[in-house]
């Protein structure tokens, strides 16, 4: 998977897919499953969570949270080309780096 956290990604398949690529914005991943490829991306795919009434939750009731997304829905959104992308992967001076296949830049790892 050369998706990680904190990566930024457009949404390109599901009921979260905008109508036109004029109107896609990307979206931070918060979470990454590699076993099940699956990630977690933010403000998409939200499903309700009823819960019992505890300590933590006095009154109960249902909570809203995002589900997981498979990986093939995303693209990793490169900054010179302000869009989704497809990437490749060069080795350069021992490191493996991710690129873009439509510029050729390379994408970089955000922190946080």
Same mark, same amino acid.
């Given at each position: 998977? !050369?998706?990680?956290?904190?990566d ?12 036109? #690529?004029?109107?896609?914005?990307? $979206?931070?991943? !918060? ?16 499903? #309700? ?5 505890? +300590?933590?939750?006095? +009154?109960g009731? $249902?909570?809203?949270?995002? *589900?997981? !997304? +498979?990986?093939?829905?995303?693209? !990793? #959104? ?7 992308? $497809?990437? *490749? $992967? ?5 490191? /493996?780096? /991710? ?14």
């Amino acid at each position: 998977m !050369l998706i990680r956290k904190n990566d930024l990604v457009v949404v390109i398949a599901g009921d979260d897919r905008p109508a036109e #690529w004029a109107g896609m914005r990307p $979206r931070r991943v !918060l979470k990454t499953e590699r076993k099940k490829n699956r990630l977690y991306v933010e403000g998409v795919n939200f499903v #309700w969570r009823h819960v019992r009434r505890s +300590q933590k939750n006095p +009154q109960g009731g $249902r909570i809203q949270k995002e *589900a997981p !997304l +498979q990986v093939s829905n995303v693209m !990793l #959104w490169c900054d010179s080309c302000g869009r989704g992308v $497809r990437v *490749a $992967r060069k080795v350069e001076n021992g490191k /493996r780096i /991710r690129v873009c296949r439509k510029c050729g830049k390379e994408i970089p790892v955000r922190g946080g």
